[in-house]
């Protein structure tokens, strides 16, 4: 299926960045070196690449079932359109959301589907999905998300060590028995694309993990003003640290800025879909650095100026404002009531 597999090569007369790779196996296994390594990428440009991560099989299945739910009829995948008031799970349409300050459309339409609805099907605790995410619950997205939040988890409690947390505080702020913003998704940028599918951003959650077949990734390393694309490399994870844990760590962990522009090169003339996991802290957890629990996080909030680290906002309301902000009708309204003004 055109998009799904390597339909052309990453052509190697475009800027990348190279990351770390990280091995998972010896993540979970407490090797020092590769905790130290981990740490080195998680502080400086916040990405790195993660293997033996054990969830191939699972993440094939996440491509199929993405593009069988995104080629449904744009009638039927409406009925599950996320809206306007910064809900963020169900089907979000192109040209919904902007991509830059000129208010310019996106070119990509995802799948978003909760972590909470996930680990509680059939029941709902959000919403329901279409039918294609239905008929692949059981042997396909269950076992996506369970294994992604143990990776996810493995990861936050290698960072609370490091962080000088007390154990289990990372666990606590993410418990399972309580909802939260995670989730699963799947983009898709059709072919012959010239403009951006997702403009500069930060993840708003914790830890993100990235399946990508097809180029198109771009991150803006610290101290310059300039993209760069991150390779795909097969089997591999792409993770990120999202802005909830870059302020519990009082900016400690970074969380950087990056895009999604239309594949590089030859890569181009296809469909791209990637998957994505996203961990985010608990709907009521307060974002805010956790300086009475880390004398290393007080410290580093002491020195850092001008940066905000209690931002008073629960992980709910953080996840939908930035949403409400991102979404083109809210942008429209927001200059109709502003008289024309371009905000
Ligand atoms: O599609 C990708 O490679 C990354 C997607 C992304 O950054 C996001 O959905 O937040
Ligand atoms: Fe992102």
């Known amino acids: 299926m055109p998009g799904l597999t390597i339909a052309a090569p990453f052509p190697d007369d475009v800027c990348t960045h190279p990351l770390l790779i990280l091995d998972y196996a010896l993540l979970q296994a407490n090797d020092e070196h590769e905790i130290h390594r981990l740490w080195q990428a998680a502080t400086t440009l916040g990405f790195w690449y993660l293997k033996n991560h054990g969830t191939e099989r699972e993440v094939d299945g996440m491509f ?13 995948k409406m009925k599950f359109e996320q ?22 459309k996106d070119c990509v339409e995802f799948l978003n589907i909760a972590q909470d609805d996930v680990l509680s099907w059939p029941l709902p605790t959000h919403r329901t999905y279409p039918r294609t995410v ?16 143990d990776i996810n988890q493995t ?30 998704r799947c983009v898709k940028t059709p072919a012959n694309q010239t403009s951006t599918g997702i403009g500069a951003h930060t993840d708003f959650g914790t830890l993100t993990l ?11 390393p610290p101290g310059t003003d300039k993209w760069f694309y991150v390779k ?34 030859t890569q181009s003339q296809f469909e791209r879909y990637s998957i994505a996991f996203f961990t985010r802290p608990n709907d009521s957890v307060v974002l805010r650095a956790l300086s009475d629990k880390s004398q290393l996080i007080a410290s580093s909030v002491s020195k850092s100026t001008g940066v905000e680290y209690d931002t008073g906002t ?3 309301e953080w996840i939908s404002r930035r949403i409400r902000k991102l979404r083109l009708r809210n942008r429209e309204v927001r200059i109709q009531d502003a008289g024309g003004e371009n905000l």
């Open 64 to 76: 199929a079932m993405g593009a069988e739910t995104l080629d449904l009829p744009l009638a039927e």
């Open 314 to 316: 629960t992980s709910a």
């Open 155 to 184: 990861l936050l409690a290698i960072f609370e060590k490091r962080l000088g947390l007390p154990t289990g505080e990372l666990a606590r702020l993410h418990s399972l028995r309580e909802t939260c913003g995670g989730e699963a």
């Open 232 to 265: 795909p490399l097969a089997g591999h994870a792409i993770c990120n640290v999202g802005d909830a844990l870059a302020i519990f760590s009082g900016g400690i962990v970074r969380s950087n800025v990056h895009r999604v522009m239309p594949p590089p090169g």
């Open 134 to 149: 239905g008929a692949r619950m059981t042997e396909t997205i269950i076992p996506f998300v369970r294994k992604s939040t």
């Open 83 to 104: 809206g306007d008031n910064g809900d963020s799970f169900g089907y979000k349409a192109r040209g919904t959301i902007v991509t830059d300050a000129n208010g310019t």
């Open 210 to 220: 990235v399946h990508n077949r097809l180029g198109g990734l771009q991150v803006m």
